[in-house]
């Protein structure tokens, strides 16, 4: 199985600031005939189900705000939040959907300084 | 507007204990995509669980539940299922099912449905 270590487990960030949370995984998840990365990041808010940010490490999915960037290849990859608003507090997941197992990240619980 | 709605959670007993959960699918063409379940015990992190893909030909399973759950799905119904036989303590969580975009990413999920196993 691929596992997914996302660092840190928690982070506290002022309002404004940027919000660097990071991931690697423990194989690539690149695939070599498309050249995509098979990464995508999730947001979780209390009592809520997850929401899809960003597919293919980069991709933001419909809807999401700008502010809200993914980067990286191969192994280790990056999600950024270039300016922390207050409804951005939540736990962050990464997920590897390259094997057939889409293993998930254990999670980095974002909060405000 | 895509909607997924989990049912059959509930109390179970450890050692032997079954439950057949169900998500009911609306607002997209469901025989079009793959599904996925994925679960979260109390206060944890999230854990994917399975997959299928659009005909149910192909089934994956994580190592934790592997011989033990069974996926499926009847597209003339437009649901999803998940068989769990010889359920653990540590089985307890809220699972979710969500629709697979492209191969992969999950970009609509339903509520959940806690299953808790336990004495």
């Known amino acids: 199985d691929i596992v997914m270590t996302q660092s840190p487990d928690s982070l506290a960030v002022s309002l404004g600031e940027r919000a660097t949370i990071t991931c690697k995984s423990s194989?690539?998840?690149?695939?070599?005939?498309?050249?995509?990365?098979?990464l995508a990041w999730y947001q979780q808010k209390p009592g809520q189900p997850p929401k899809l940010l960003i597919y293919w490490a980069s991709t933001r999915e419909s809807g999401v705000p700008d502010r809200f960037s993914g980067s990286g290849s191969g192994t280790d990859f990056t999600l950024t939040i270039s300016s922390l608003q207050a409804e951005d507090v939540a736990v962050y997941y990464c997920?590897?959907?390259?094997?057939?197992?889409?293993?998930f990240g254990q999670g980095t619980k974002l909060e405000i300084k | 507007e895509v909607q997924l709605l989990e049912s059959g959670g509930g109390l179970v007993e450890p050692g032997g204990g079954s439950l057949r959960l169900s998500c009911a699918a609306s607002g997209f063409t469901f025989s079009s995509y793959s599904m996925s379940w994925v679960r979260q015990a109390p206060g944890k992190g999230l854990e994917w669980v399975s997959l299928i893909n659009e005909s149910g030909g192909n089934r994956f399973y994580a190592d934790s539940v592997k011989g033990r759950f069974t996926i499926s799905r009847d597209n003339s119904k437009n649901t999803l299922y998940l068989q769990m036989n010889s359920l653990r303590a540590e089985d307890t969580a809220i699972y979710y099912c969500?629709?697979?975009?492209?191969?992969?990413?999950?970009?609509?999920w339903g509520q959940g449905t806690l299953v808790t196993v336990s004495s």
């Open positions: 969500a629709k697979m975009l492209l191969t992969g990413p999950l970009d609509y």
């Open positions: 194989q690539s998840v690149l695939y070599s005939s498309n050249n995509k990365n098979y």
């Open positions: 997920q590897q959907y390259y094997s057939t197992l889409h293993t």
